[in-house]
C-alpha cells in the first residue's frame, strides 16, 4: 500500500538541483553546436539528443525511488555482475569509435557499459561495508574482496582504453573505504602499495596518454600536439573575464579552437560565454549538491543508506572536480564529462540513477527507527 510519507519526505531541493544543472548543460550544449559548424556537421543537434537522454534518465531516476533502496543490498551483487559482463561483452563486441572500443549497440541504441559499472561498484562495496562495519576498521585481509571488485571493472575499462573512468572508479571505491575506516597499519600498506602501482602504471599507459600527461607539467612544449586541448581550454575559460563574451558568442568555441567542446570541454564554452561569475555559479551548483548528498549520507538512520549516499555523492564530485581541473589546466586531460551537462547519454542516465538513488535514500529515512 502507498505511503503518504514518501511525498511528504520527497527531496524537492535535489531535484532542483538536478534539473538546474541539466538545463544549463542544454543551453550550452546549443551554444556548443551553434556557434561551431564543425561540431554541427560531425554529431548533428547534440542539444536534442541530449534532451531525449535526459528523458530517459529522469525515467531511470524515478524508477529507481519507486522502490525500497533496502532491495539494492539484496541484488546488488546481481547488478554488479551484470555490469561486469557488459564490459566482457564491449571487450570481444564493442563498438570502436577514435581508436577506442568502449561502445555496445543494441539496434539503435550504443551506449557504455563503464558508465553503468560505477554504480554497480557503488552499491556492491556498500552492500559488503554495511554488513561489516566495526569500530577498528577494516584489515587488509577483509579489503581483498573489494579491491578484487574494484579492480575488475578497472582492467576492463583500462583496456578499452578509458583511463579516465578507470580513475574515477578507483576514486570512488577509495572514498568510501576511507569513510568506513580502515585500521591504521593496513592503511599505511596500502599507502605504499598505491604509490609503487601508481609508479608501475605509467609503463603500461598508451603513448598518446603518457604524452597528455606530460603535456599537463608544460603544455607549451607540444602546443600543436599533446598539450593544445590545455592550452585552448584556458585561453577560453581566460578570455571570458568576470562577466564572459554573452550567449553564442564564444570566439573559441565558434572558430573551432577548442577541442571536444561538447564533451571533455564543455566547461570551457560556458567560461567563455558566461564568464568568472557564470562559472561560479555552476561550481557553487556542485558544491550545493555534494553537500546535499552528504546531508541525505548523514541523515540515513542505517548503514547501507549511509555509505550508498556517499559513494553516489564521490562518484559527482570526482567527475566534476576532474573535468573542471582539466578545463583549468589544473589536472591531466583524461577524458572524464561534467555530470549533468557534457553531452554523453550514457553518463547521463547513470548519474540519473544516482541522483535516484540519493532520493530513494532522503525519502526512506524515516523508515528507521534512530
Known amino acids: 500500500m502507498f505511503d503518504r510519507r514518501l511525498v511528504q519526505h520527497f527531496d524537492w531541493v535535489l531535484l532542483a538541483l538536478a534539473l538546474v544543472l541539466e538545463a544549463i548543460g542544454i543551453l550550452t550544449l546549443y551554444s556548443a553546436v551553434n556557434a561551431s559548424a564543425h561540431v554541427a556537421d560531425l554529431t548533428g543537434p547534440v542539444y536534442l539528443k541530449q534532451t531525449y537522454w535526459f528523458g530517459m534518465g529522469i525515467a531511470a531516476m524515478v524508477a529507481m525511488f519507486l522502490f525500497n533502496y533496502k532491495w539494492l543490498h539484496r541484488w546488488g551483487g ?218 541525505i549520507a548523514m541523515r540515513s538512520k542505517e548503514p547501507f543508506g549511509t555509505i550508498l549516499a556517499v559513494g553516489i555523492t564521490s562518484m559527482v564530485f570526482w567527475q566534476a572536480v576532474i573535468n573542471v581541473g582539466m578545463a583549468l589546466g589544473l589536472l591531466p586531460v583524461v577524458g572524464v564529462t561534467l555530470p549533468l551537462i557534457s553531452y554523453g547519454g550514457s553518463s547521463l542516465v547513470a548519474t540519473m540513477l544516482g541522483i535516484g538513488i540519493l532520493m530513494n535514500i532522503s525519502m526512506r529515512r524515516f523508515m528507521f527507527k534512530d
Open 78 to 295: 546481481a547488478a554488479y555482475a551484470f555490469s561486469v559482463g557488459l564490459l566482457l561483452a564491449v571487450a570481444f563486441a564493442g563498438k570502436e569509435v577514435s581508436g577506442s572500443q568502449r561502445w555496445l549497440v543494441v539496434g539503435s541504441l550504443s551506449f557504455q557499459p563503464s558508465e553503468i559499472v560505477k554504480i554497480a561498484v557503488v552499491i556492491v562495496l556498500a552492500r559488503y561495508f554495511s554488513d561489516r562495519c566495526s569500530e577498528e576498521g577494516f584489515t587488509l585481509k577483509s579489503l581483498w574482496k573489494p579491491l578484487v571488485w574494484t579492480l575488475v571493472p578497472f582492467i576492463l575499462i583500462a583496456r578499452q582504453p578509458d583511463l579516465g573512468t578507470g580513475l574515477v572508479v578507483l576514486l570512488i571505491a577509495g572514498s568510501m573505504t576511507l569513510f568506513v575506516k580502515i585500521e591504521r597499519r593496513s592503511m599505511i600498506c596500502l599507502t605504499g602499495v598505491g604509490v609503487f602501482v601508481c609508479s608501475v602504471a605509467w609503463f603500461f599507459l598508451k603513448e598518446y596518454q603518457k604524452q597528455r600527461i606530460s603535456a599537463f607539467w608544460n603544455p607549451e612544449t607540444d602546443p600543436l600536439g599533446a598539450g593544445y586541448h590545455v592550452i585552448q581550454s584556458k585561453i577560453a575559460v581566460g578570455s571570458g573575464m568576470v562577466l564572459g563574451k554573452g550567449f553564442l558568442k564564444g570566439t573559441q568555441n565558434a572558430l573551432s579552437f577548442l577541442p571536444e567542446q561538447h564533451t571533455d570541454f564543455i566547461f570551457s564554452v560556458l567560461a567563455e560565454e558566461w564568464g568568472f561569475l557564470g562559472s561560479a555559479v555552476v561550481v557553487t551548483l556542485y558544491l550545493l549538491l555534494i553537500i546535499w548528498g552528504l546531508s
